[in-house]
């Protein structure tokens, strides 16, 4: 077995606890250590998942064999923990989004370079069996022409979910709202599987919840550089949600997933595998995170970390790397800009 990768996690929150259970599970990294500023969660952190607590970011960053940092803070705290850790030489993991602005994303990509350190945007959904095999169907061209790609993310969140933290519903840490919160996932894979975006048309509202600067209502119309058109209707304000769903139909072929399942695999020209796709892809997880945050599959997670260590073993780069996730944010801005003004932005 190759060499043990000495990991850290600087947010002692939910997600940082998904990270901590996926580093425990893969045989050749290691937690060496987690911080958080917030008196005893460092500690309650590591007795339940192990490392090191420390409540100095100087003092984690100095920890003997941390070669990896995962950032799992608020969103609009990333650059600073991330900066702070690319200086110290080390890789970075960051969580979704990379960061809440273009400008901000622009300098933690900037800070990887410059200290030549491995920079990936966590976007587990891409790690999926149906979206890596919706992939492979692009790339091999089986949906003819491009024709609609469209993603629908319409989940529940409580009231209660946006005053559990002071954070929460804010511009400037949590960056926005269903759009950029839970809806980013699906603007990636729409990037991912349909190409890069020209065009965003959008229209945003707060319908549901109070106390919270962002909005729980979000539908958006997108022009795609291959011709492409696609639609986007994101919110936190539908009871009980449904599972998130992905649609990439083309000329000569059409795919529905819906979280994890594959609902439709239809292409003009059938091959082999697709009877079989259709029957092992048809019955994954449910809703996922419809209506619980944390109710969302880690294997995506694991797979990410895994494929961030397989970049840093053999010289390459992750598949979703700085620039990649960077992408996300500049899209999701556009369509913010363009709810804001009422106008089409041109990206």
């Not at 997600?15 to 425990?24: P, T």
């Not at 053999?314 to 899209?331: H, I, N, Q, T």
């Amino acid at each position: 077995m190759s060499k043990k990768h000495g990991i850290g996690i600087i947010g002692a929150g939910a997600i940082g606890g998904v990270h901590a259970a996926v580093i425990n599970q893969i045989g050749n990294a290691e937690l060496l250590a987690v911080c958080d500023t917030e008196a005893g969660r460092p500690a309650a952190f590591a007795e339940k998942h192990g490392g090191k607590p420390f409540d100095d970011l100087d003092s984690f960053l100095a920890c003997p064999g941390l070669e990896i940092v995962v950032i799992a803070t608020p969103s609009g705290l990333h650059q600073g923990a991330a900066v702070a850790a690319a200086k110290a030489g080390k890789h970075l993991i960051v969580e979704k989004p990379l960061e809440v602005t273009v400008e901000k994303c622009k300098e933690i990509i900037a800070a990887a370079k410059q200290n030549n350190v491995m920079l990936s945007g966590i976007f587990q959904n891409r790690f999926f069996d149906g979206s890596m095999k919706i992939r492979k169907a692009v790339e091999q061209g089986r949906f003819g022409k491009l024709v609609l790609c469209d993603a629908y993310v319409k989940w529940h969140r409580s009231q209660e979910y946006y005053d559990s933290a002071p954070w929460r519903g804010t511009k400037e840490i949590d960056g926005g709202g269903a759009l950029m919160n839970q809806s980013i996932h699906v603007i990636d894979l729409l990037l991912w599987l349909g190409g890069d975006v020209k065009e965003v048309s959008s229209r945003a509202a707060t319908v549901a919840h109070e106390r919270i600067e962002v909005e729980d209502l979000l539908v958006s119309t997108l022009l795609f550089e291959n011709g492409a058109m696609g639609t986007v209707e994101a919110t936190t304000a539908v009871w009980p949600g449904s599972p998130k769903r992905i649609e990439i139909l083309g000329t000569r072929g059409s795919v529905i997933m819906e979280e994890e399942n594959i609902t439709q695999w239809s292409f003009m020209d059938e091959m082999p595998e697709d009877e079989e796709i259709r029957r092992q892809m048809a019955g994954g997880p449910g809703a996922g995170g419809a209506s619980d945050p944390m109710g969302i599959s880690t294997a995506g997670h694991k797979r990410q970390i895994e494929d961030c260590l397989k970049a840093l073993e053999s010289g390459g780069r992750p598949l979703v790397d700085g620039e990649a996730a960077a992408k996300a944010v500049a899209l999701v801005s556009a369509m913010y800009e363009s709810a804001a003004t009422g106008k089409a932005v041109r990206l």
